[in-house]
């Protein structure tokens, strides 16, 4: 999909193609997989669901529609209860699952895995396309895939989550590697067939069939604790032993988890390293967003520090932070967050018959869920550690150890200072010239962009007030407020109660973002939106600051569907004014639901501009630059 | 809020950098503050040399205009970049690298510039088209830097005008970026250049035609179009529509100052379109005949917004109230680099207005002689690219530029 690309750069006025036109037929080749997922595809709903599962661990998936979840569930539910199975998987039942019912799961793999692999790697794509019926061989893998996995995933689906985009970014780029990528595919896909059917074969001799939607994952557990225990004697080949990376992958949640769904966040449960207590009454709206008890982590953590030794110290200290919430924002959790990997890529040493590429990306994929398990990754984060593992990905093969160590930590400290120091500067050096004398500017929240035009603009000597509106709980405004009354900015303080009666002598509304997503939503601090309204119904101009590295190609309508909740005690209590804490031993009432949210969605009519590192932008043009760039800069 | 306005602050510092006119009235007013101070008896240096030229063009003659002129033979003089009045008085650095050579951009765009029916950006990319062809420069590096130079020479000559600017930059990114270039021997990337640069000269060029061809879906027999301004392009159109055999009726707003609107009703009344002239303020009387507002645009901006005549704005506002169409016509070179997020977030470009009676020093007069039209109250975009929506323009403004 490049040639268009090129294409624009000669910018040859008359023939140019305008607005969002599909692209041309050729590019559409089998070997280039569709980059994102198309929904306008389904042929049978069975692929429909195959295709949902794969392409949407690319990332959380672009298009957010609400309660989709279980579907793999179902389908696992439909496909077993079905009194006469789908040809294909009798088919795979009876060539993979040759081996003895009382023989170890884990020797049973080979046979099975060889006997696919030898066939179906060349038609293999067809997974990701999904529409070309091949052989009834590769029919075996792309059914069967979905529901081996979800068996095999105890806390859902992470491990696919995980594991896909990496193998879809690199079959686009090279034949001969995506070649082999497919095989690897291909013979994951079968082992998980096998195990699936494996364990279906043992477990069904003795067990009666309760519920086809527990058992499966009951059956499993068993073989990937025994992969646990005899790492030694389990490891026999390249990639084939990968279980307890696996598992611990599989521990944390995936960031979209549905937490209303029980089943799920039990079994995420079970393997968590940071024991997060539920809080018991939440918001009914809200019930798919993990909501914790605060306060107890902390000490719990500390203690657990030395039974988690694959977790590198430093790793472990940021998480710590991002916990007890030393380090907020978004760049701050970020870089954080890459320095800490960084100390582990330092220390970090291959394992014998292991490669780097993919025993690292396994690593990383633990230390990202554990960060997880202490607060839930930000956009930019997410971002960040998704060109992280493609970078790892990307290595060449002929690097040694040293030299790929150190390259890695080269991208890491190149990310930072492109991404996000050099852009903050570009942002401030266009921002600025939108600051005249005598402007009245407001801001709400703490943005570190933001305090940097602020004071950028005032060392040039322009002459201008700020206003700083705060909210409760966490008032961050007063740092920031701090910081430029310290610098001789003259401020006035106010907050968001007050905004409507401010808004009249404001000349400019300057805001920070978390993410920018997609359709212009501006994904931020809660009390955002309402600034930003209000700011839009005094016709003040809007101004959001974001790097552009913290866009995503995500749409998403309301504030409901993604979200993070803090701690519902933060707004029940007023810390020092005992006198008002009216909802003192009210807290674990039934009928009392605290809702703390933490970001909300702006919509783009409400944003007159986006301030990022490429320029001034409408908000109706993020989507450019995340199609222009985000392949250039963050995932080649 | 009048003490917010940029224009009053640039004002204010215009006044204190000029050596303040020696004006006894203003000097008798404590307040209002003295911006009052500038009047019809110093209007010169003051004027955007963009409206000059369209002034000389559409044999607007105004009283301001004659003793401007006046003035300038007197002056003949002064230095000021901006005394357009005689273009030919070419700025210093405007040459090319070598100072043997006579040649100067900014006489070749002027002479450009004297065809009427050539635009102010084509004329500036026929003009560094020419510096290509003038160059003695041996090497690539050279070249670039001699175009780059005379590029910003010609933008400095008039600031005020958005589409010289956007047209030297899409020149300067049309010609050189070419990624072929590096592995030709310097003659025939030479020639290349000079080949794309004519390209780019003969695509502009024709734009207008091609604008002209696209609109004429949007013409339907039996409308009312509601034209604000003199727009080459807009006449283009409308004469296309008339080639063509359309009924349609013409509804011309006066355009004050420079009454501009007057010379399309003659264009037009030539083509035997039938023509109503309105004064600029019954806009909103008539607004409910209009079938469609189409206008020009001097401008168009990142954010798909126009800059144009005066006027454009309000009109886009009755017309959106009313839920009438506003389609404007412009041609892609005029798509500029800007932002601004409100009417006074832009150099102000001034003009003279003949109010026909004297004004007393005491009363400010308005002088901007543009707005900004945001892009909720326009519906389509005609231009050479096609038919756009007002976001798109950002779209292709970042993929020419990053």
Redesign the interface.
Known sequence: MDPRRTARTVSDPKVRQVGFFTPAPPERSISDPPRFQDPIQPPSPSSTQVNDQSPSGNSLSPVMIPPAHHHSDNFLRTALQATSPPKAFSYSAKTVTIPPENEDVASSFSPGRKVVSAKSPSSFPGVKASSVPASELTTVSVVNLPPGISEKAGGASVEVQNDRPVSAKTLKEKTSKAERRALQEAQRAAKAAAKAEGTKASSAASKVVTSANTKPSKATKPSSQKNDGSQVAASEKKGGDRAPEKDRKKDAPHPRMQYDDKSRVEKAKKRAVVKQTEARNRVELFRHLPQYEHGTQLPDLETKFFELDPMHPAVYKVGLQYLSGDIRGGNARCIAMFQAFKEAIKDYSTPPEKTLIRDLTARISSYVSFLIECRPLSISMGNAIKFLKNRIAKLPLALSESEAKSMLMLDIDRFINEKIILSEKVIVKHAVTKIRDGDVLLTYGASSVVEMILLHAHELGKHFRVVVVDSRPKLEGQLLLRRLVRKGLSCTYTHVNAVSCIMQDVTRVFLGASSVLSNGTVYSRVGTACVAMVAHAFCVPVLVCCEAYKFHERVQLDSICFNELGNPDAISKVQGREEINYLDGFVNQENLQLLNLIYDATPSDYVSMVITDYGMIPPTSVPVIVREYRRDHLWS | MW??S?SF?LDRQQEQNTSYPPNPESLLLSYPPPSMADSLQNPKPDISAYYQTRAAHHAVVTSDWLSQAQAAVSLQTNDDVSSGSDGRVAPTGGGTGGDNKTFSVIDEFNSWRKQPDLAEAVAAIRALAAVIRASQATTMMELEIELKKASDSLKAWDATSISLTAGCDLFM??VT???ALEYEDFNSARYRLIERAEK?GE?SYKARRIIAMLSQDFIFDGCTILVHGFSRVVLEVLKTAAENKKHFRVFCTEGRPDRTGLRLSNELAKLDVPVKLLIDSAVAYTMDEVDMVLVGADGVV???GIINMMGTYQIALVSHSMNKPVYVAAE?YKFA?L?P??QK?MGPALRTIDFGVPIPSKVEVEKSARDYTP?QYLTLLFT???V??P??V???L?????
């Open positions: 003490w917010r940029a602050i990114r049309y970026r070419t990624s780019f695509i990142e954010s798909g892609s680099r932002y997020l409100d977030d892009p050479d690219l096609g756009l929506t976001s798109v950002s779209d292709e970042i993929q020419l530029y990053l």
